[in-house]
């Protein structure tokens, strides 16, 4: 099951790298280093802001949508998201449109500002939407509206740069603009599958449950993102657009990954606990883990063979040293993060204790702007680098002691050992490639050889039971039957 849903995940994954890589390769070049970083400011306001709006109510549709459809209830289910929506949505958007006309702040980023406000607003009715889908198995449909969604933002973004004056605010309306659209088409049918009365106590426990969330990811952004802020005020924008650029390479790469693997496993692990039983729940988490492993350990450490060559391609020249620096250790950081969010931290939600969760990230969060503000008088943007693998390094830590007394989530050691090896043995086939004259050569040469000897490796030492993974996606094959997926 888990295979063909990663399978049927891939164009969402895919968009989310165009965006990504693309997004790093042509904003570097559109725009000045001080612009890049008055965009990579607003980008990271707006994960400040939309997590403690909309994330909780965003959390509860994908998690209550499984017992709702078992009750018969999700004409219910679905009114109560809308209500709650609108009960937030309404004075959120007063409040935001007083801070984009009164906040002080440069012309330039009040209107970034006021695009990205208004693309959370529609963005997070997108995001209800998506849930559904993604909480009903719905992969093809989810596939379909986010892939869209994504490459349409991403392709207006930069016709709004090219095209008109915005500037740094050109991809926030072209966030907006996608949203707007995928909304046009989606709404209504939301609209009537909410034909019901809402339920106010069902709001409650939809609050009760996903509010935690939404601070642990306030507090888990804060690690990913105040840095931003600090080197704003510390070292200035300049300083931030630089830092962000090779953030962004790494940091993106890694959580695409994660978050396609989080896509397709979440879901899958809370149905086993509903239908099953925690002992299925653990055996959906044990594969989840390994999966994980298998992808976003040979991505961060091929990040790091590779950050000079991905560096030249993929960022304009005023980026290029610096991104190369910052770009191992974000990719470390990156993975540290993703196994965190995407799966020790599942361990709250199964067990329904997600209040737990913000209290681990506050020891992170505060350690990483203590960390900030010694060190980047001292080191520059190297300081922010240095804080974040050690805030996420602490996070992992606490949230793998503190999960386990919740719901003891399975950790497959031996499988670990396997992929670390494999790992060992790509990095070995990368560094012996030679640099050739053109970076884009280069960095082909190395990922085509880290790719080809990490899937043999694994094949040959069953890693990650990666056999069996590959059978569910084409039965009959590999010696997998199809009854056996």
């Known amino acids: 099951m888990l295979g063909r849903h990663l399978l049927g995940y891939l164009p969402v994954n895919l968009a989310q790298v165009i965006v990504g890589f693309g997004g790093v390769w042509a904003l570097t070049r559109l725009l000045e280093t001080g612009e890049y970083g008055q965009y990579a400011v607003i980008m990271a306001a707006m994960s400040f802001l939309h997590v403690p709006l909309f994330t909780w109510i965003e959390a509860g549709a994908a998690r209550f949508y499984a017992r709702a459809a078992s009750r018969g209830e999700t004409r219910s289910h679905f009114a109560t998201l809308l209500a709650i929506y609108a009960a937030v949505a309404l004075p959120a958007s007063l409040i935001l449109a007083l801070i984009t006309v009164f906040a002080p702040m440069p012309e330039t980023m009040r209107m970034a500002f006021a695009f990205m406000a208004a693309s959370i607003l529609f963005r997070s009715l997108v995001k209800l939407v998506l849930e559904s889908y993604r909480a009903e198995h719905r992969v093809r449909r989810y596939g379909l509206t986010e892939t869209l969604n994504l490459l349409g933002g991403f392709g207006l973004g930069l016709a709004f740069i090219m095209f008109t004056p915005l500037r740094a605010a050109g991809p926030f309306a072209g966030l907006l603009c996608a949203a707007v659209i995928v909304l046009a088409f989606e709404a209504p049918k939301l609209i009537r599958r909410a034909d019901a009365a809402p339920d106010w106590k069902r709001a409650r426990t939809y609050a009760l449950y996903g509010l935690p969330i939404s601070l642990s990811l306030i507090l888990s952004h804060a690690v990913a993102t105040s840095d931003r802020f600090l080197i704003a005020w510390i070292l200035g924008d300049a300083s931030v657009g630089v830092y962000s650029a090779g953030y962004a390479l790494a940091d993106r790469t890694i959580d695409v990954l994660f978050i396609w693997i989080g896509l397709a496993a979440a879901p899958l692990a809370i149905t086993a606990l509903e239908q099953g039983g925690r002992d299925k729940a ?76 913000p209290l681990v990230m506050i020891a992170p969060a505060v350690l990483n702007v203590a960390l900030n503000l010694i060190l980047l008088p001292r080191m520059g943007v190297m300081g922010a680098v240095v804080a974040t693998v050690a805030a996420y390094g602490l996070g992992a830590v606490l949230s793998g002691v503190m999960g386990r007394r919740y719901f003891p989530l399975p950790l497959p050691w031996g499988e670990f050992a396997k992929v670390g090896a494999a790992c060992g043995v790509m990095a070995l086939g990368v560094w012996l490639v030679p640099a050739f004259g053109a970076a884009f050569v280069t960095l082909l040469a190395k990922a085509v050889v880290g790719a080809v000897i990490y899937a043999a490796a694994i094949w040959a030492i069953d890693a990650g039971e990666i056999r069996a993974l590959a059978g569910e996606i084409m039965p009959g094959r590999f010696g997998v039957k199809e009854a056996a997926a």
């Open 282 to 357: 653990r055996e959906a988490a044990r594969r989840n883990a390994m999966m994980m492993a298998l992808v976003g350990a040979p991505a961060a450490i091929g990040l790091g063979l590779v950050a000079d060559p991905l560096a030249a391609v993929m960022t304009g020249e005023a980026f290029r040293d610096q991104a190369a620096r910052i770009i191992p250790w974000i990719a470390i950081s990156g993975f540290l993060n993703g196994f965190m969010v995407y799966y020790l931290h599942e361990a709250f939600i199964l067990a329904k204790r997600t209040r737990i969760i």
